[in-house]
């Protein structure tokens, strides 16, 4: 494994740097996202803050980023999308979902891009953000000993904590190592072999079988999930029997049934 990167300028004067393992880490107390501060980091580079003050999540919501929680921006380097990287959200998925099954965390499965839930309830999301060509930002939120339903009550009864599932739970400073070590490990891989090289072990963490409502192409409609092909792209089997294929770009938005 190469050495973390020097020490390169911080992303907050008041941030500070630890090397972990292959990376730069930087830490600080408040971040308004922590990967709009990434986005001007060099590759194999993180920033982590306390809390967030505008997190955001995917498809434009507001994500809560209370203090106890993990909230976390790395920048990966990547090669072109036709190369595979446009499944790097499922790569990443990945990595935080068998980092956690690491520290005893279960049940855990993958849905659909990259959230990892425990049963129906959310443990954890991924927003992957490309500001530049040639790397991207993993944005990872983590609910460890946190409250979000208490910033957003409609979330009760939706999320979960990493300390309901592992008691004590891991530090925060402890999991970031961890994380941080899993999408190396796996950003590694993509280099080496591409996206096929991890699908087995994505589509082992999905639980299929699902049914779910798909919003593509300005339309919907229905499948039950079939996990991803080695090209990452989502696999359906329609109400008449066939089954396809559609890459991650096409698919705007995925609402489990059941
Ligand atoms: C989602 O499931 O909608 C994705 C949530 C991603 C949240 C993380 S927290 C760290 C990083 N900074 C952000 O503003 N968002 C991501």
Redesign the pocket.
């Known amino acids: 494994m190469p050495p973390a990167p020097a020490p390169a300028k911080p992303p907050m004067p008041e941030a500070r740097g630890v090397a972990v393992d292959g990376w730069m880490l930087w830490e600080c107390d408040e971040a308004g996202?922590?990967?709009?501060l990434a986005s001007v980091l060099p590759p194999w580079t993180a920033v982590r803050a306390r809390l967030?003050t505008?997190?955001?999540?995917?498809?434009q919501?507001p994500?809560v980023?209370d203090p106890g929680g993990l909230?976390?921006?790395a920048v990966v380097p990547t090669g072109p999308p036709e190369q595979g990287w446009a499944a790097l959200p499922l790569a990443a998925g990945l990595a935080v979902c068998e980092t956690l099954a690491g520290f005893g965390a279960r049940p855990l499965r993958l849905r659909w891009p990259n959230?990892v839930m425990s049963g129906r309830r959310?443990l954890a999301?991924?927003?992957v953000d490309k500001f530049h060509s040639g790397d991207a930002v993993v944005?990872?939120?983590m609910n460890v000993t946190n409250h979000p339903e208490a910033g957003d009550p409609s979330l009760a009864g939706t999320v979960i904590r990493l300390a309901e599932l592992v008691s004590p739970p891991p530090g925060l400073d402890v999991l970031a190592a961890a994380l941080l070590r899993g999408l190396r490990t796996v950003v590694d891989t993509m280099h080496a072999g591409g996206f096929a090289s991890l699908v087995d072990r994505v589509n082992a963490a999905w639980s299929t079988g699902h049914a779910l409502e798909i919003e593509a192409g300005g339309a919907r409609s229905g499948g039950i999930f079939l996990g991803v092909d080695g090209c990452g792209r989502l696999r359906v089997r329609r109400p008449d029997g066939t089954i396809s294929e559609m890459a991650a770009h096409e698919v705007v938005r995925v609402r489990e049934l059941e």
């Open positions: 996202s922590t990967n709009d967030q505008a997190g955001r999540g995917r498809h919501r994500w980023s909230w976390m921006s959230d959310k999301g991924l927003l944005g990872i939120g």
